[in-house]
């Protein structure tokens, strides 16, 4: 074993004998410092193994051959071979980034940067109070003069800023040391925690001192501008050594050194980090330059940690693990932005379109984003997973909140910055700079990230037990993008059709329905994706991403893998959603609102883990004393997915606006995943007679309220996309309303409503889809006659719309009878009226989407329009054959179902005779019967119409009459446009944007809340001190209460 | 108790002298004073650190004819804190000169030492 | 007129924590612990009798190290300042005969003075810095008399390398040859209270005191030659 | 109590000297003012019986280190007349 003496020998030995090399061979400098890097490296690479193989204990190193606290000691455990591992990781892979900067500022540059990484490792290793001082101001001078490698006036004066900053800093930490050791006669951390001090105020102020100062260096909100001054302007590469290195080794010291202080301090650092975590990330929202913004989620980040610090007596599991999860993933990904902000060179956030020419770029880009957020399957995912439920079960609500809070500000602001990446458009020209060593060092973190992600999986409970074989399958499918499309569509197929033979038939009673839905539609779904040319890019992934996590959703045994499902489907649902043209503010705000809802989840979950003890799904329906706010958490955050009122403002735009094929996919598959979370959530309740009966019933009234709107706000729409869209809030609607009725029949026609609306959803939007693929507009005054042009489309919507009205004889007429008759007998007569109301409302739309598409007049310039593709076709004909058939013979969906739901309610069953004729309390129905019935009358119907009409009068493309009323616009001319005004002037009031108003209003003031805190950052150096000092004085008035 | 002993009035200088040297870093605008006053907190620290290690009526912790190795432990002052000022004085002219090297350059580029000039970088 | 006001409550509140930490020390009328150790164990150990030698190199050699770096890091940035320098004809500034004359005579001594005091470290008062600096002030002080003075980069660089990394070579060898890095017990310690004596602390103040002198000659030259940048 | 005395007369002086290098007209003044707080400070140290940092704080705190501050000002000075 080479002892740790050597990182600083290496370190500075090198450092010193670069100067020997003659300037010529700069090279030689330059491959010097890199072996030494890389020795560096493999020292702690080799501790870390020897700790991870033996469990060894951690050794002390000792110097000058006295023990300690009589000569200086390094300590060499676990943690700090983990730690000195990463800041060394770190430190070779920015220096690759960084070689041609630092070659061409000459062999100095190479000394400074070897001292600056040599100074970080002590950092860690000391366990001398005084030598941390050293190499605290060994840092800051370093970084000050790293600072120079890109020399203009803004460097120059974050330099100075800094200097000054972190002198004066290094200067309060210098006075506590002295005052340590005058009161505690020793400089040596373990001994002044062994012996430990006097209970006097002087030693807790000084101790106090030491911890502000290591604090400070952290740079905590608000007196961090000296801080992100330099993100902002320092070399990339230099600014992801800060974020990733420096910032790792003060957390380390202060994680060190906290041992010395009192309990009360600990609450000092939770708050500070919270209040850090929080103001930072607001003040990110209004932030437009990349690297200051990169700078504030950084500064976020480290303060969430430093909480985490503080959250030590809280919390029982390791918090060493729960802290390397975060800190790895932020490291890693933070480092990884930073270079790619120095691959791009456009420091502009709305400029990032460029990186969407290289595809590669994006998804560095997109796996950076959705690690710092903390989806799964990067570390920080499980970090925060076991940090959440820590402290729920030590009842800490209120930090939970604003960790969460925190999460969701700081997901603002980098969501948006993605969706520029990928969305939007820049006359900018491209300069991005994919020079290897540029991209090497940023590809290298990325992939770590992922692999890191798998190991910490089983560093927690229940981590184990995620299935990462379809996983696996992503990340071969990314790996294979640059295959034609059909043949990613065929091996997305084969394996999603692999992984359903896999769990359906494992499945049983509700979870089955749903495993069919998702899984059996996501390949029906897929067939579609046959008619693209071309390579379609990135879509083959995200999709699978989507349909494996909603397949983890039904794996799931631990609340664990649930919420890892749901994260992974969320993060696929976006990127599927992003695709679609205009989709960038709506693929936003779906984001927001998922994520959103999936922070209530995890709290909820979190409640549940205090409760129940344990992470299985079943500890749900064990919550204690705070199930009714579980539930409504819970409730609402799968609400978020449903898209009821007021949790719906993304629907629309995000269903609209996506693809033809995605479309089906996001609305009726995706959105069940919301209303498998309500049931799931209905179940844990218990049943029938729970004891939270106000949460079913307000969410019925809400049901029914989203279901008016819902349909009102369809039958109003020009865009025959958008009316769908509008159309499924409805639908799911009624679904809420059926399943918070919390009875048999209730449950009975909210499943199956769920089952026919993904099916009639799929072949509606699959249709229409279709159509505006082949007539390239949504605006349905745009279309017309299509029945022509697209007759078997037009079949499939027909039938789909059948389905979907209620109208005999199709399944729809079935959900129809037993809602009524769930309805009545459960007595909710108002909300059932405006059902009813809402039923018919559908009806508008309905005949409105069937008229003005395919009745109608043929528009001239669709003249050569074709049939849909037959890609298209299979999918629907083969759905509208599991429609005919359920409509036939509806006993063998509903009687099965009931079987499912009977144990949970016994009562109010419907009885089944042997001819398919199903009663309830109020009255009897034969599917089969009435299809028979109507079959005949719509025989005789058609029949009587086509002799009556044999010889119609065809009437001229522009014959209009409108009796003298002059058409001012051209699209006013055409039947479809603006067809219900009269309803919308008699009831438009209800669909009045009074809800995005709200959600707009909020975000407005969130942002301007953050812009007006931000100005605190004047950017005057002497400012910022002056806060650094007043920092220092607040915290101690509220640390003790007064001087 | 008694106060007016040498290493509570060297402490309280040292202590003043570190307050005087942050208020000439927050109230004076103009650079090169700026960093006069960090020197001056620098010097206080390091009068404050020797107070600390002062040992009452001690001599300076060299062995020499008049303190012999056996009975000096009785008679120096504490050797620690010395050796420590001695890395701090260092340690504080490397800042200083840095800072001047940037103060001087901070001129070059923008000709004037206000540091209210100097707020490219905000928000 | 409100932010000298601000500006001064907050100094009082800083005043008022540091009075509570100098509240709690009651002058010291004996040693701690550990300096108790370096008195008792201290010459046994390091064969050296200024025992602040005996810290600052073997008990705290790391801190020393780390402040030698400290000052070539300086340097190395101070350097860095001077990337844009150019020419180096600039009109003579006329320099009185005095100050020549004087320096020509001050400067050999006070080099040789800082020499003097930091082989003496590990005996008298003074030692590796002290000369450091005293050789850098000789060199300020030259400077002075002969602006035009070519100090050689070169050499200064070649000294503080070489210094620098004997330094670190000698603590490796601490690891090899005695008790750890840093350790002075690798030469033998030789009769206490002589010149050669203490093991290698001596030669170790003699490369702090070359790398010092040279850091600093350094700074100070940079400092200087920025003058004739533009 | 000799020493005492000396020490607060000193302490005095040097908080003068601070105050005057904050609030000096000329920046050379102010200079030389820090200069001599260090010259003082090294005086405490010798009463202090710490001879050797008295050493360092007069050859660096008040020599060096005021060098390096008149070729910093007087590098500014040329760059202001050009």
Same mark, same amino acid.
């Given at each position: 074993?080479?002892?740790?003496?050597?990182?600083?020998?290496?370190?500075?030995?090198?450092?010193?004998?670069?100067?020997?090399?003659?300037?010529?061979?700069?090279?030689?400098?330059?491959?010097?410092?890199?072996?030494?890097?890389?020795?560096?490296?493999?020292?702690?690479?080799?501790?870390?193994?020897?700790?991870?193989?033996?469990?060894?204990?951690?050794?002390?190193?000792?110097?000058?051959?006295?023990?300690?606290?009589?000569?200086?000691?390094?300590?060499?455990?676990?943690? #700090?071979?983990?730690?000195?591992?990463?800041?060394?990781?770190?430190?070779?892979?920015?220096?690759?980034?960084?070689?041609?900067?630092?070659?061409?500022?000459?062999?100095?540059?190479?000394?400074?940067?070897?001292?600056?990484?040599?100074?970080?490792? %002590?950092?860690?290793?000391?366990?001398?109070?005084?030598?941390?001082?050293?190499?605290?101001?060994?840092?800051?001078?370093?970084?000050?003069?790293?600072?120079?490698?890109?020399?203009?006036?803004?460097?120059?004066?974050?330099?100075?800023?800094?200097?000054?900053?972190?002198?004066?800093?290094?200067?309060?930490?210098?006075?506590?040391?002295?005052?340590?050791?005058?009161?505690?006669?020793?400089?040596?951390?373990?001994?002044?925690?062994?012996?430990?001090?006097?209970?006097?105020?002087?030693?807790?102020?000084?101790?106090?001192?030491?911890?502000?100062?290591?604090?400070?260096? *952290?740079?905590?909100?608000?007196?961090?501008?000296?801080?992100?001054?330099?993100?902002?302007?320092?070399?990339?590469?230099?600014?992801?050594?800060?974020?990733?290195?420096?910032?790792?080794?003060?957390?380390?010291?202060?994680?060190?050194?906290?041992?010395?202080?009192?309990?009360?301090?600990?609450?000092?650092?939770?708050?500070?980090?919270?209040?850090?975590?929080?103001?930072?990330?607001?003040?990110?929202?209004?932030?437009?330059?990349?690297?200051?913004?990169?700078?504030?989620?950084?500064?976020?980040?480290?303060?969430?940690?430093?909480?985490?610090?503080?959250?030590?007596?809280?919390?029982?599991?390791?918090?060493?693990?729960?802290?390397?999860?975060?800190?790895?993933?932020?490291?890693?990904?933070?480092?990884?932005?930073?270079?790619?902000?120095?691959?791009?060179?456009?420091?502009?956030?709305?400029?990032? =379109?460029?990186?969407?020419?290289?595809?590669?770029?994006?998804?560095?880009?997109?796996?950076? %984003?959705?690690?710092?957020?903390?989806?799964?399957?990067?570390?920080?995912?499980?970090?925060?997973?076991?940090?959440?439920?820590?402290?729920?079960?030590?009842?800490?609500?209120?930090?939970?909140?604003?960790?969460?809070? =925190?999460?969701?500000? #700081?997901?603002?602001?980098?969501?948006?910055?993605?969706?520029?990446?990928?969305?939007?458009?820049?006359?900018?020209?491209?300069?991005?700079?994919?020079?290897?060593?540029?991209?090497?060092?940023?590809?290298?973190?990325?992939?770590?990230?992922?692999?890191?992600?798998?190991?910490?999986?089983?560093?927690?409970?229940?981590?184990?037990?995620?299935?990462?074989?379809?996983?696996?399958?992503?990340?071969?499918?990314?790996?294979?993008?640059?295959?034609?499309?059909?043949?990613?569509?065929?091996?997305?197929?084969?394996?999603?059709?692999?992984?359903?033979?896999?769990?359906?038939?494992?499945?049983?009673?509700?979870?089955?329905?749903?495993?069919?839905?998702?899984?059996?539609?996501?390949?029906?779904?897929?067939?579609?994706?046959?008619?693209?040319?071309?390579?379609?890019?990135?879509?083959?992934?995200?999709?699978?991403?989507?349909?494996?996590?909603?397949?983890?959703?039904?794996?799931?045994?631990?609340?664990?893998?649930?919420?890892?499902?749901?994260?992974?489907?969320?993060?696929?649902?976006?990127?599927?959603?992003?695709?679609?043209?205009?989709?960038?503010?709506?693929?936003?705000?779906?984001?927001?609102?998922?994520? =959103?809802?999936?922070? *209530?989840?995890?709290?909820?979950?979190?409640?549940?883990?205090? =409760?129940?003890?344990?992470?299985?799904?079943?500890?749900?329906?064990?919550?204690?004393?705070?199930?009714?706010?579980?539930?409504?958490?819970?409730?609402?955050?799968?609400?978020?997915?449903?898209?009821?009122?007021?949790?719906?403002?993304?629907?629309?735009?995000?269903?609209?606006?996506?693809?033809?094929?995605?479309?089906?996919?996001?609305?009726?598959?995706?959105?069940?995943?919301?209303?498998?979370?309500?049931?799931?959530?209905?179940?844990?309740?218990?049943?029938?007679?729970?004891?939270?009966?106000?949460?079913?019933?307000?969410?019925?009234?809400?049901?029914?309220?989203?279901?008016?709107?819902?349909?009102?706000?369809?039958?109003?729409?020009?865009?025959?996309?958008?009316?769908?869209?509008?159309?499924?809030?409805?639908?799911?609607?009624?679904?809420?309303?059926?399943?918070?009725?919390?009875?048999?029949?209730?449950?009975?026609?909210?499943?199956?409503?769920?089952?026919?609306?993904?099916?009639?959803?799929?072949?509606?939007?699959?249709?229409?889809?279709? %159509?505006?693929?082949?007539?390239?507009?949504?605006?349905?005054?745009?279309?017309?006659?299509?029945?022509?042009?697209?007759?078997?489309?037009?079949?499939?919507?027909?039938?789909?719309?059948?389905?979907?009205?209620?109208?005999?004889?199709?399944?729809?007429?079935?959900?129809?009878?037993?809602?009524?008759?769930?309805?009545?007998?459960?007595?909710?007569?108002?909300?059932?009226?405006?059902?009813?109301?809402?039923?018919?409302?559908?009806?508008?739309?309905?005949?409105?989407?069937?008229?003005?598409?395919?009745?109608?007049?043929?528009?001239? #310039?669709?003249?050569?329009?074709?049939?849909?593709?037959?890609?298209?076709?299979?999918?629907?004909?083969?759905? *509208?054959?599991?429609?005919?058939?359920?409509?036939?013979?509806?006993?063998?969906?509903?009687?099965?179902?009931?079987?499912?739901?009977?144990?949970?309610?016994?009562?109010?069953?419907?009885?089944?005779?042997?001819?398919?004729?199903?009663?309830?309390?109020?009255?009897?129905?034969?599917?089969?019967?009435?299809?028979?019935?109507?079959?005949?009358?719509?025989?005789?119907?058609?029949?009587?119409?086509?002799?009556?009409?044999?010889?119609?009068?065809?009437?001229?493309?522009?014959?209009?009459?409108?009796?003298?009323?002059?058409?001012?616009?051209?699209?006013?001319?055409?039947?479809?446009?603006?067809?219900?005004?009269?309803?919308?002037?008699?009831?438009?009031?209800?669909?009045?944007?009074?809800?995005?108003?709200?959600?707009?209003?909020?975000?407005?003031?969130?942002?301007?809340?953050?812009?007006?805190?931000?100005?605190?950052?004047?950017?005057?150096?002497?400012?910022?001190?002056?806060?650094?000092?007043?920092?220092?004085?607040?915290?101690?008035?509220?640390?003790?209460?007064?001087? | 108790?008694?106060?007016?002993?040498?290493?509570?009035?060297?402490?309280?200088?040292?202590?003043?002298?570190?307050?005087?040297?942050?208020?000439?870093?927050?109230?004076?605008?103009?650079?090169?004073?700026?960093?006069?006053?960090?020197?001056?907190?620098?010097?206080?620290?390091?009068?404050?650190?020797?107070?600390?290690?002062?040992?009452?009526?001690?001599?300076?912790?060299?062995?020499?004819?008049?303190?012999?190795?056996?009975?000096?432990?009785?008679?120096?002052?504490?050797?620690?804190?010395?050796?420590?000022?001695?890395?701090?004085?260092?340690?504080?002219?490397?800042?200083?000169?840095?800072?001047?090297?940037?103060?001087?350059?901070?001129?070059?580029?923008?000709?004037?030492?206000?540091?209210?000039?100097?707020?490219?970088?905000?928000? | 007129?409100?932010?000298?006001?601000?500006?001064?409550?907050?100094?009082?509140?800083?005043?008022?924590?540091?009075?509570?930490?100098?509240?709690?020390?009651?002058?010291?009328?004996?040693?701690?612990?550990?300096?108790?150790?370096?008195?008792?164990?201290?010459?046994?150990?390091?064969?050296?009798?200024?025992?602040?030698?005996?810290?600052?190199?073997?008990?705290?050699?790391?801190?020393?190290?780390?402040?030698?770096?400290?000052?070539?890091?300086?340097?190395?940035?101070?350097?860095?300042?001077?990337?844009?320098?150019?020419?180096?004809?600039?009109?003579?500034?006329?320099?009185?005969?005095?100050?020549?004359?004087?320096?020509?005579?001050?400067?050999?001594?006070?080099?040789?003075?800082?020499?003097?005091?930091?082989?003496?470290?590990?005996?008298?008062?003074?030692?590796?810095?002290?000369?450091?600096?005293?050789?850098?002030?000789?060199?300020?002080?030259?400077?002075?008399?002969?602006?035009?003075?070519?100090?050689?980069?070169?050499?200064?660089?070649?000294?503080?390398?070489?210094?620098?990394?004997?330094?670190?070579?000698?603590?490796?060898?601490?690891?090899?040859?005695?008790?750890?890095?840093?350790?002075?017990?690798?030469?033998?310690?030789?009769?206490?209270?002589?010149?050669?004596?203490?093991?290698?602390?001596?030669?170790?103040?003699?490369?702090?005191?070359?790398?010092?002198?040279?850091?600093?000659?350094?700074?100070?030259?940079?400092?200087?030659?920025?003058?004739?940048?533009? | 109590?000799?020493?005492?005395?000396?020490?607060?007369?000193?302490?005095?002086?040097?908080?003068?000297?601070?105050?005057?290098?904050?609030?000096?007209?000329?920046?050379?003044?102010?200079?030389?003012?820090?200069?001599?707080?260090?010259?003082?400070?090294?005086?405490?140290?010798?009463?202090?019986?710490?001879?050797?940092?008295?050493?360092?704080?007069?050859?660096?705190?008040?020599?060096?280190?005021?060098?390096?501050?008149?070729?910093?000002?007087?590098?500014?000075?040329?760059?202001?007349?050009?």
């Amino acid at each position: 074993m080479v002892t740790p003496i050597f990182i600083i020998a290496t370190g500075l030995g090198l450092a010193f004998a670069l100067g020997f090399i003659p300037k010529k061979h700069i090279n030689l400098t330059g491959i010097l410092s890199f072996l030494g890097l890389a020795f560096m490296t493999f020292i702690s690479g080799q501790w870390l193994f020897s700790y991870l193989g033996n469990n060894e204990l951690s050794q002390f190193i000792f110097t000058a051959g006295a023990r300690p606290p009589f000569a200086i000691a390094l300590k060499m455990g676990q943690a #700090e071979a983990m730690i000195t591992l990463l800041i060394n990781v770190v430190g070779l892979l920015s220096a690759v980034f960084l070689y041609d900067k630092l070659k061409q500022i000459g062999r100095n540059a190479f000394i400074i940067y070897l001292v600056l990484i040599m100074a970080l490792n %002590v950092i860690v290793m000391t366990r001398d109070l005084f030598n941390l001082f050293v190499f605290l101001e060994i840092t800051s001078i370093a970084t000050a003069g790293l600072m120079l490698l890109d020399s203009n006036l803004k460097t120059l004066s974050a330099g100075f800023k800094y200097l000054l900053a972190t002198s004066l800093i290094a200067g309060v930490f210098l006075i506590g040391t002295i005052f340590i050791y005058s009161f505690g006669g020793s400089l040596f951390i373990d001994d002044l925690t062994a012996i430990g001090m006097a209970p006097l105020k002087a030693v807790s102020v000084a101790v106090f001192l030491l911890m502000i100062s290591i604090i400070l260096e *952290l740079k905590p909100f608000p007196a961090n501008g000296w801080g992100l001054d330099v993100y902002q302007t320092a070399n990339p590469g230099i600014s992801s050594v800060i974020s990733g290195g420096t910032a790792t080794a003060m957390l380390f010291a202060l994680y060190k050194i906290m041992p010395l202080s009192t309990m009360q301090s600990y609450d000092i650092l939770i708050w500070v980090g919270l209040i850090t975590f929080l103001g930072s990330n607001l003040m990110g929202l209004k932030q437009s330059d990349a690297r200051r913004l990169l700078g504030y989620s950084s500064i976020g980040q480290i303060g969430l940690m430093i909480s985490i610090i503080g959250m030590k007596p809280y919390i029982q599991f390791d918090i060493q693990i729960i802290l390397l999860a975060i800190l790895i993933t932020h490291l890693m990904a933070k480092a990884g932005f930073f270079w790619l902000t120095g691959i791009v060179g456009n420091t502009d956030i709305s400029k990032w =379109g460029m990186i969407r020419k290289h595809p590669e770029m994006l998804f560095l880009m997109g796996t950076f %984003v959705f690690a710092l957020i903390g989806f799964p399957p990067f570390p920080s995912f499980f970090g925060k997973w076991q940090l959440i439920m820590e402290l729920s079960s030590s009842g800490h609500f209120l930090w939970i909140g604003l960790i969460l809070l =925190g999460s969701l500000i #700081e997901a603002v602001y980098l969501f948006r910055w993605l969706g520029y990446a990928i969305k939007k458009e820049t006359a900018t020209q491209s300069s991005i700079d994919i020079r290897p060593h540029k991209t090497l060092p940023t590809i290298i973190f990325a992939v770590f990230l992922y692999g890191v992600g798998y190991l910490a999986s089983f560093w927690f409970p229940m981590g184990g037990s995620i299935n990462w074989l379809p996983l696996a399958f992503i990340a071969i499918l990314f790996a294979l993008d640059f295959l034609p499309a059909w043949i990613k569509n065929i091996i997305s197929i084969a394996g999603l059709s692999y992984y359903a033979y896999q769990i359906i038939p494992e499945q049983e009673g509700l979870y089955l329905i749903f495993a069919f839905i998702f899984l059996i539609g996501g390949i029906l779904t897929l067939i579609p994706g046959f008619t693209n040319k071309g390579k379609r890019i990135g879509f083959y992934p995200v999709a699978m991403m989507m349909f494996v996590g909603m397949g983890m959703l039904i794996e799931a045994q631990s609340m664990l893998e649930f919420f890892f499902g749901w994260e992974l489907m969320t993060a696929g649902s976006y990127f599927l959603i992003i695709r679609g043209h205009r989709s960038m503010p709506h693929a936003l705000s779906y984001m927001l609102f998922s994520l =959103g809802g999936a922070y *209530l989840i995890f709290a909820a979950f979190g409640i549940a883990f205090a =409760g129940s003890g344990n992470f299985l799904m079943s500890g749900l329906s064990t919550m204690g004393g705070l199930g009714g706010i579980a539930y409504t958490l819970l409730a609402i955050g799968f609400m978020t997915k449903t898209a009821s009122l007021g949790l719906h403002i993304w629907l629309p735009g995000a269903h609209a606006e996506a693809e033809s094929d995605v479309s089906p996919m996001v609305s009726a598959i995706l959105l069940k995943a919301g209303v498998l979370g309500l049931i799931i959530t209905f179940m844990a309740m218990g049943g029938p007679n729970n004891e939270y009966t106000t949460l079913p019933y307000v969410l019925g009234w809400l049901g029914a309220i989203t279901a008016l709107v819902g349909n009102l706000a369809a039958a109003f729409q020009e865009d025959a996309k958008r009316l769908l869209a509008y159309s499924s809030i409805g639908q799911l609607g009624y679904i809420l309303f059926a399943l918070a009725m919390m009875t048999h029949l209730g449950w009975l026609t909210g499943i199956g409503y769920s089952l026919s609306h993904f099916a009639y959803k799929a072949i509606l939007f699959m249709g229409i889809g279709a %159509v505006v693929l082949r007539l390239k507009t949504h605006n349905m005054f745009e279309m017309g006659g299509m029945i022509k042009k697209m007759p078997f489309t037009f079949i499939a919507v027909l039938m789909g719309i059948i389905t979907l009205a209620g109208i005999p004889p199709l399944i729809g007429f079935a959900g129809k009878w037993l809602f009524y008759n769930a309805i009545i007998e459960k007595g909710w007569y108002f909300q059932g009226t405006i059902i009813f109301f809402a039923g018919i409302i559908a009806f508008l739309y309905c005949f409105r989407i069937l008229y003005a598409v395919f009745l109608g007049q043929l528009k001239d #310039e669709h003249r050569n329009v074709k049939e849909a593709p037959i890609w298209y076709l299979i999918p629907q004909y083969l759905l *509208l054959l599991s429609i005919m058939i359920f409509s036939a013979k509806p006993e063998w969906i509903f009687q099965p179902l009931g079987s499912m739901l009977a144990p949970i309610f016994p009562q109010g069953q419907l009885v089944w005779n042997e001819g398919g004729t199903a009663f309830s309390d109020i009255g009897y129905w034969n599917g089969s019967w009435v299809m028979y019935i109507i079959g005949i009358m719509f025989v005789m119907i058609f029949a009587w119409l086509f002799i009556q009409n044999r010889k119609p009068k065809k009437v001229k493309q522009f014959n209009i009459v409108y009796a003298g009323e002059k058409p001012e616009r051209p699209e006013t001319t055409h039947m479809a446009y603006n067809m219900y005004s009269g309803y919308n002037k008699a009831l438009g009031f209800i669909t009045a944007n009074g809800i995005t108003t709200f959600w707009n209003w909020i975000s407005e003031h969130v942002t301007a809340m953050g812009d007006s805190l931000r100005k605190i950052y004047s950017g005057n150096g002497q400012t910022y001190v002056f806060h650094i000092i007043l920092f220092v004085i607040i915290v101690y008035l509220f640390s003790n209460g007064g001087f | 108790m008694e106060i007016f002993q040498l290493e509570y009035i060297t402490l309280i200088t040292g202590g003043l002298l570190v307050l005087t040297g942050l208020w000439g870093i927050i109230s004076q605008k103009n650079l090169i004073r700026m960093v006069i006053g960090f020197s001056l907190f620098d010097t206080g620290l390091h009068v404050i650190m020797i107070s600390i290690g002062y040992i009452r009526n001690g001599t300076a912790p060299i062995l020499d004819k008049a303190v012999d190795k056996v009975n000096a432990a009785g008679q120096i002052v504490d050797p620690l804190p010395q050796a420590l000022v001695l890395t701090a004085i260092v340690i504080g002219l490397g800042v200083t000169a840095l800072m001047l090297a940037y103060v001087v350059r901070l001129h070059k580029e923008k000709g004037s030492l206000n540091i209210t000039n100097f707020k490219d970088l905000k928000w | 007129m409100i932010k000298k006001l601000i500006y001064i409550l907050v100094l009082v509140g800083a005043g008022i924590i540091m009075a509570q930490l100098f509240a709690g020390f009651s002058g010291s009328t004996e040693l701690s612990e550990t300096a108790r150790y370096y008195v008792e164990s201290g010459p046994e150990e390091t064969g050296a009798a200024n025992l602040v030698t005996a810290v600052i190199v073997t008990y705290r050699g790391l801190d020393t190290l780390g402040e030698v770096t400290i000052l070539f890091t300086v340097a190395a940035i101070i350097a860095f300042f001077m990337k844009t320098r150019e020419q180096r004809d600039k009109p003579k500034r006329r320099v009185s005969e005095i100050l020549t004359t004087g320096a020509r005579i001050l400067v050999p001594g006070t080099m040789l003075f800082g020499a003097y005091i930091f082989i003496n470290g590990h005996l008298s008062p003074g030692g590796g810095f002290q000369g450091g600096a005293i050789i850098a002030s000789g060199f300020a002080l030259m400077l002075l008399a002969f602006p035009q003075a070519n100090l050689s980069h070169k050499t200064i660089r070649w000294v503080e390398s070489i210094s620098g990394f004997s330094f670190v070579i000698i603590g490796v060898l601490g690891i090899f040859m005695a008790g750890g890095f840093l350790d002075n017990s690798i030469l033998p310690l030789g009769n206490f209270g002589s010149l050669f004596s203490a093991g290698a602390i001596p030669i170790i103040y003699i490369f702090i005191g070359l790398k010092v002198g040279a850091e600093l000659s350094n700074v100070v030259g940079h400092m200087h030659e920025k003058q004739k940048e533009i | 109590m000799n020493m005492t005395w000396i020490a607060l007369i000193i302490g005095l002086i040097m908080l003068i000297m601070a105050f005057a290098a904050i609030y000096a007209k000329k920046l050379a003044v102010a200079i030389i003012a820090a200069g001599v707080v260090s010259l003082l400070a090294s005086i405490l140290y010798l009463t202090l019986a710490a001879p050797d940092v008295a050493m360092t704080e007069a050859a660096i705190g008040s020599g060096l280190s005021t060098i390096i501050f008149f070729y910093a000002i007087n590098k500014i000075r040329k760059q202001s007349h050009d």
